[in-house]
Every structure is written in C-alpha cells, then in structure tokens.
C-alpha cells in the first residue's frame, strides 16, 4: 500500500471518528502477527487490502470499487479494487466501506448509496448518520455530519 492510499484511508477513518464523536471509534491497530484465536474481551480487527491486478466481482450494477467481507465473529476484511478506481477518490470510497464495518446497507442516496457518486461520498452526511444512530440506538445529536 503506498503512503498516498495510507493518507487517502486514514482521512476517511479521521472523518468518521469525527462524525461518531467518541460514542465509536475506529482504531488503527499495526499487527505484527496475526492469529485466529480469540482471547474473551479482545477487540475486532478488520484488514485494509489495495488489491492491484484484480478487477474483483462483477455484478450487474459493474464493477465495484471495493468490498466489505464481514465474518461472524465481528471482523473482516475491507478490499479496494485499485484498478478500478481510475479517477474516483480512494477516500470516498473507503469513507463508504467503513459505513458497511459499522453495519450500514446501502441507501438510495448519500454516503451509503450503491452507485459510487463524488459528490455525495465527500463526508458522512446527516441521512447515513440517522441510520446509524437508529441501528446503535444512540440519539442521533450524540454524532455530528457535514451538511
């Protein structure tokens, strides 16, 4: 991963942590090796990959920019396709898959809309956190968003 996609997914991570005002946080933890042991209390642990040479899944709305795999246990692996990206921006992008580690679906608009749109993907607008809020059921004035 180079330092420009490093830069590109840590402000979408900085973005979010700001929209959830400490109520969640996303936490950049470095792992030196990894195991599939699950101490009781441990914290989940979801991978970035920038997955180069793949164009990913096909579906019938294209190809996808990026992927969230969750697993049961509550981590997962987020892939971006880096091909696929071409001029859309690697922040938007993540800002989105992050939304779907939270346990957000895709909406018909904003952040969390299935189609990839610049304009609506620039920040964690008031629509997704009003989802989020009622999943968590955490009132929604307790985040903040762009407007």
């Not at 979010?16 to 933890?29: E, H, P, Q, S, T």
């Not at 699950?38 to 579906?59: D, E, K, Y």
């Not at 990206?85 to 904003?110: I, S, Y």
Request: aromatic share 8%; net charge positive; charged share 20%.
């Amino acid at each position: 991963m180079s330092l420009y996609e490093r830069t590109k997914i840590l402000t979408a991570i900085n973005d979010w942590n700001v929209a959830l005002n400490g109520v969640i946080r996303f936490d950049v933890v470095v792992v030196v090796a990894a195991t599939d042991d699950q101490t009781p209390g441990a914290r989940s642990l979801w991978h970035v990959r920038v997955v180069r040479g793949s164009t990913g899944p096909h579906s019938s709305s294209g190809t996808p920019l990026a992927v969230t795999f969750p697993s049961w246990v509550g981590n997962g692996v987020v892939a971006i396709y880096a091909d696929n990206l071409k001029t859309n921006d690697l922040a938007a992008v993540m800002r989105h898959e992050l939304g779907h580690v939270l346990g957000l679906k895709h909406d018909v608009a904003g952040l969390m809309a299935a189609q990839y749109s610049s304009w609506d993907m620039q920040c964690i607008d008031r629509r997704t956190m009003s989802v989020l809020a009622a999943r968590r059921r955490v009132p929604l004035g307790a985040f903040s968003w762009c407007d």
